[in-house]
C-alpha cells in the first residue's frame, strides 16, 4: 500500500515544473511591463491630441481613424511577421529576410490573381489567395532553414544572403515594378469581398488575421510539445541534442514557419491595397526584428512569447504614429527603433546577469 502523500510532497513543485513556473512568471512580468509602456505612450500621445486638436474636431490621436487605418492595420503586418520571428530567435538563431519574403509573396500572389478576371467567383479566386504567398512564404523558409542546418552556416549570414537573392528575385521575375500591370485588377473577390469586408463600419480583416496567427503562436509553444522543443534547443544546443532531440528537423521546422508567417503578411498586404510593388516590405526587417526584441525574445535564446511580440509591435506602432502625431521628421523613426533595440537587448542582458548573480548567491 502506497503511503499517504505528506502536505510537503503535495506542495512541493518538480525542478523542472518550478522552472517552468519561473518561466512563466517571467514573461507574465515582462509582458505587463510592455503593458505599461503602451499605456504610457498612449496616454501622452492622447493628451498631446486633445490639446493639438482644433475646436469642434476630435482627439487628433484618439480617433477612430487613426487607431484602425494608422495603428492597428500597419501593425498587423509586422506582427504576422513578429511571431515568427519569435520562433526563430527563442532557437537562438535570426531572420532579417522576412520583408524580402513578404514582397516576393505578394508579387507571385498579385501575378497569378490578375491572369483572374476582376469578376472570377470567389470559389476559384480565394484558395489561390491563401495558397500562392503560403507556398511561397513556406518555400522561402525552408530554403533558409535548409542552408542552415545543412551547411551549418550562422544564420545571419545565410538570411543576408538570402535577403539580397529574394528581394533581388522580386524585382526581376515580374514584368512590371508593380502588380496588376496596367490596365488589369485583382479579383473583387479576394481584395474588396474578403480583405476588405465591412463589419460595423470598419475592416478589420488583417486584425482578425494577426490575431489568429498571435493565437495559433501562442497555442505552438505553450501547449504543443514542439514548442517545448523549440525553447530547449534556444536554452541549451548541446544539452537538447544530447536528450535526443531532432536539432536540425526543429530549426528548419522554425524557419519554414517564419517564411510561412511573412508569406502570410505578403497575402495580407496584396489583399489590403490591391497591389504589390518591388518595394514591397523594405526596410520591414528592422522593424519586425524590433518588435520581438521589445517583446521580450532574447537574442541569446531561450525566451520569448507570441503575446510578447504582439506588444513589441504595439510599442514600435505607437512610437511610429507619434512622430506622425508630434510633427516630428520621419528620420527620427530608425533612431528610435535602433535605440528600442539597443535599449531591450541591454535590460535582457542586465537581467540575465542580476539573475545569475541571485542564483549563485543562494548556492
Known amino acids: ?121 470567389a470559389i476559384q479566386v480565394l484558395p489561390l489567395a491563401v495558397c500562392v504567398p503560403l507556398g511561397i512564404g513556406l518555400l522561402c523558409g525552408l530554403i533558409n532553414g535548409g542552408l542552415i542546418v545543412g551547411l551549418s552556416l550562422h544564420p545571419f549570414i545565410v538570411t543576408l544572403g538570402t535577403m539580397s537573392i529574394f528581394r533581388g528575385l522580386a524585382n526581376v521575375l515580374p514584368a512590371e515594378k508593380t502588380l496588376p500591370a496596367a490596365g488589369k485588377r485583382l479579383p473583387q473577390a479576394f481584395t474588396t469581398d474578403f480583405m476588405r469586408i465591412e463589419v460595423g463600419g470598419l475592416q478589420p480583416m488583417p ?7 498571435i493565437v495559433a503562436g501562442a497555442f505552438y509553444l505553450r501547449m504543443l510539445v ?10 541549451n544546443e548541446e544539452a537538447a541534442r544530447f536528450s535526443g532531440l531532432r536539432v536540425g528537423w526543429i530549426k528548419l521546422r522554425t524557419y519554414a514557419l517564419a517564411g510561412l508567417c511573412a508569406g502570410i503578411a505578403g497575402m495580407v498586404s496584396v489583399g489590403r491595397f490591391g497591389t504589390a510593388s518591388t518595394s ?48 516630428l521628421a520621419q528620420e527620427y523613426r530608425l533612431v528610435i527603433i535602433g535605440l528600442a533595440i539597443i535599449v531591450a537587448v541591454s535590460l535582457d542582458r542586465l537581467g540575465s546577469h542580476l539573475r545569475a548573480r541571485r542564483a549563485s548567491a543562494k548556492h
Open 207 to 213: 486584425l482578425v488575421i494577426m490575431l489568429v496567427c
Open 280 to 327: 514591397t516590405g523594405t526596410g520591414y526587417e528592422l522593424t519586425v526584428i524590433a518588435a520581438a526584441v521589445v517583446g521580450g525574445a532574447s537574442l541569446l535564446g531561450g525566451r520569448g512569447t507570441a503575446l510578447g511580440a504582439l506588444l513589441g509591435t504595439l510599442v514600435i506602432a505607437l512610437i511610429e504614429n507619434g512622430i506622425i502625431i508630434l510633427r
Open 1 to 121: 500500500m502506497n503511503p499517504m502523500p505528506t502536505v510537503a510532497t503535495i506542495e512541493k513543485p518538480s525542478p523542472a515544473r518550478a522552472g517552468m513556473l519561473t518561466s512563466i512568471r517571467r514573461s507574465l512580468g515582462q509582458e505587463l511591463g510592455l503593458l505599461l509602456v503602451v499605456l504610457l505612450i498612449g496616454t501622452v500621445l492622447g493628451i498631446h491630441g486633445w490639446n493639438d486638436a482644433a475646436p469642434g474636431r476630435p482627439n487628433t490621436f484618439l480617433n477612430a481613424d487613426n487607431l484602425i487605418d494608422g495603428i492597428a492595420t500597419p501593425m498587423s503586418y509586422y506582427a504576422i511577421m513578429a511571431v515568427g520571428l519569435t520562433l526563430v530567435i527563442i532557437t537562438g538563431g535570426i531572420d532579417i529576410s522576412v520583408g524580402s519574403v513578404m514582397a516576393l509573396s505578394a508579387l507571385g500572389t498579385a501575378a497569378v490573381l490578375q491572369r483572374l478576371p476582376a469578376d472570377a467567383p
Open 226 to 235: 514542439a514548442g517545448r522543443e523549440t525553447y530547449a534547443i534556444g536554452g
